[in-house]
């Protein structure tokens, strides 16, 4: 009985030289360490509306107004005001899932409609098939930020 608590002694007396320093900083106070996301991520506005699709089918080489080709895989999109260059999380709401895009091109230029996504966008946001969806669109960066 006598070996058995000389043993929790031990252990205890361990366990504080192992985890005590780790839980403090000199002079014994806490310390705290916040993360900051660099400017670039850091949300800038959030619209909500409807996202459609478009395609070089729809497009035939199309040029954009950003003078790029327009691809159908690659994650672009259209819009009526941002800044061409802008990166844009945009999310289905739908379903949750979402893309990073940058807009290359303006428009779309349907009622109702705040955003066109490459065909290729999305199906991977899972909205090709049923052509419109609720979005969330966060501006993460702009050309001039």
């Known amino acids: 009985m006598n070996l058995t608590r000389n043993l929790k002694s031990v252990a205890l007396a361990i ?5 005590f320093p ?5 002079g014994g106070a806490t310390e705290q360490t916040h993360f900051q996301f660099p400017d670039a991520l850091r949300v800038q506005s959030v619209q909500k509306g409807k996202a459609s699709w478009y395609s070089t089918q729809t497009n035939s080489g199309k040029q954009t107004a950003s003078g790029r080709k327009l691809n159908n895989s690659s994650a672009t999109a259209a819009h009526k005001t ?4 802008s990166t844009v999380r945009v999310t289905n709401l739908s379903n949750g899932k979402a893309e990073v895009v940058t807009i290359t091109d303006r428009g779309p230029f349907i009622a109702g ?3 066109d996504v490459s065909i290729g966008v ?3 946001l899972g909205f090709a098939a049923r052509g419109v969806v609720p979005v969330k669109l966060e501006v993460l960066a702009t050309p001039a930020s």
């Open 82 to 85: 941002l800044p061409l260059g």
């Open 122 to 124: 999305a199906e991977r």
């Open 113 to 115: 409609r705040i955003i």
């Open 22 to 26: 780790c839980c403090t900083a000199s």
């Open 15 to 19: 366990a504080g030289v192992i985890f």
